[in-house]
């Protein structure tokens, strides 16, 4: 596969003074598949060639050919690739609806619960495709309003992502000032902080939510999951979209294996279990309760106000 520079032809796309081929293209669509889950159609040609542009020139490549015989050799460079071909969009309290859900229909239930002592006062959330940090922050301020160390809860909330590069910045909590208007105002004013000096014009997460979550890389795609089950919710959403209905029904299947048997699932807007397994239930627009679950079934569920 090694090519010399060539011009663009009607079986390749132009990046830049680069080129990639039908064939080379095949040959990333395969692997970026069989690593991370991620199918590429075949109208992603040029998008592909695209994000990888900038690498090839950095690494004094020619082809992308020679690019793929360094991505096979190296696991980091596999790394390094599939860092620049994901797609990381992400909001604070993206899909409101299934926050709002948790916040009037599923924290009181919880509270009730561990008055009476038939729960702990601890929560466990597992963010699966936490992106840039938005979601998992999210929750850390829901969940810390609700849900006070004062009247003894603790909260632990796990972010995991396949990219390293989205994880840097979630770590690093800082993000452009305009991503406030995505918060709702008391939470803003009560866990974000506003940027300072070389931080003008930043807003960066408050120690007290800052220490309820942590990163880690995780590939959805690599199974079994290497983290401890019993989730109390799971958020996997906007990520079962880039893979095909097989590698959708496998993480799923993983996903449940690590849900607290009175957890939730959340899918993003576009998202369904719908086909790929018997073994949830919907319990709301995106929101799944396993099969077995008894508490989360019509009945039991306080009205929505
Ligand atoms: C569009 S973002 C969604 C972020 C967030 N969940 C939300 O809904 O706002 C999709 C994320 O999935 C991650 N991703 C893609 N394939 C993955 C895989 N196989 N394992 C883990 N994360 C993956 C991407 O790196 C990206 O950050």
Not at 63 to 91: C, P, W
Not at 257 to 285: D, F, K, N, Y
Request: charged share 25%; proline share 6%.
């Amino acid at each position: 596969m090694d090519q010399p520079r060539r011009p663009a032809s009607p079986a390749s796309e132009a990046a830049g003074d680069y080129s990639i081929r039908k064939e080379e293209f095949r040959a990333f669509q395969d692997l970026i598949h069989r690593e991370s889950g991620i199918f590429l159609a075949d109208h992603k040609l040029a998008l592909l060639g695209g994000r990888l542009h900038a690498r090839l020139r950095a690494l004094g490549m020619t082809s992308y050919g020679e690019y793929f015989k360094a991505v096979q050799k190296d696991e980091a460079e596999r790394i390094e690739m599939l860092d620049r071909i994901s797609t990381n969009e992400t909001h604070f309290f993206r899909e409101p609806h299934q926050f709002e859900f948790l916040k009037t229909r599923v924290l009181p239930r919880w509270v009730e619960d561990a008055q009476a002592g038939r729960r702990p006062r601890s929560i466990r959330v597992w963010s699966a495709a936490c992106s840039t940090g938005e979601e998992p922050y999210s929750i850390a301020m829901l969940l810390l309003d609700q849900l006070p160390a004062s009247e003894g809860w603790s909260i632990e909330i796990l972010g995991t992502d396949i990219s390293t590069r989205v994880l840097q910045k979630a770590k690093d909590a800082l993000w452009r000032i305009e991503k406030a208007e995505e918060i709702p105002t008391p939470y803003l004013k009560a866990f974000m902080l506003e940027g300072t000096g070389p931080e003008k014009g930043k807003m960066k997460a408050g120690p007290e939510i800052r220490s309820l979550v942590s990163f880690s890389r995780m590939n959805l795609n690599s199974r079994p999951y290497p983290v401890p089950g019993g989730f109390d919710i799971i958020f996997c959403r906007n990520v079962l979209i880039y893979f095909n209905t097989a590698t959708k029904a496998g993480v799923v299947e993983e996903l449940l294996a690590h849900l607290a048997p009175s957890g939730l699932l959340l899918l993003g807007h576009a998202e369904s279990l719908h086909g790929l397994t018997e073994q949830a239930r919907s319990v709301g627009p995106t929101i799944y309760a396993p099969l077995q679950s008894t508490y989360f079934s019509g009945q039991r569920l306080p009205r929505l106000r």
